[in-house]
């Protein structure tokens, strides 16, 4: 979850009405996810499925749960539960990335540095290519994504039970 939804989002407490089968697909296997589908309460009654494993946080039916929901779009709602392991993962690959880019600065060596294989055409049109390539897929995302920032899509719908 990014910081802008976690700041423009409260919390509500949610009922958990169904475990949701769904087939996970990777590239090369594939395996099966319990989702809970959870309904919650504000204005209208709302329900969404949570993007975990019911399994490894151990839901099952019943269970009241933690929602975060936009205070935008009430359509947009996520689980509370999990969040504090995703950041201690994300700071853990932070810290290791910082590490490695103190480590290759210390390491590095000016005298060493060598740029004459740019003087063979064949290995400068490759640099050249990979750098267009590059331009060409990176561009366009970033800059939808510096214009407009990030969008979290409509993920539960109105529904007439009652909790």
């Known amino acids: 979850m990014d910081e802008n939804f976690l700041r423009d989002s409260f919390t ?9 089968e769904q087939l996970q697909k990777t590239s090369n296997s594939a395996h099966l996810v319990l989702r809970p589908v959870i309904d919650y309460k ?5 329900r969404f499925t949570a993007e975990v494993d019911a399994r ?3 839901i099952k039916t019943g269970d009241s749960l933690q ?7 009430h359509k947009v709602a996520k689980l509370k539960q999990g969040r ?8 853990i690959f932070l810290l290791l990335g910082i590490i ?10 000016p005298s060493e540095l060598s740029i004459k294989w740019l003087q063979d055409p064949f290995s400068l049109a490759l640099v050249g290519g990979a ?8 561009y366009p995302a970033l800059q ?8 979290h899509s409509e993920n539960a719908r109105e529904v007439e039970e009652s909790l």
């Open 12 to 20: 509500t407490d949610g009922t958990v009405v169904d475990i949701m």
């Open 131 to 138: 750098l267009i390539f590059a331009y060409i897929k990176v």
């Open 42 to 46: 504000l204005d209208k009654i709302y």
């Open 144 to 151: 939808i994504l510096l214009s407009h920032g990030l969008k």
């Open 84 to 91: 504090k392991e995703s950041t201690l993962l994300l700071n």
């Open 100 to 109: 490695a880019c103190l480590l290759s600065a210390h390491l590095f060596q």
């Open 56 to 58: 490894r946080y151990r």
């Open 67 to 73: 929602i975060l929901v936009s205070r935008d779009n």
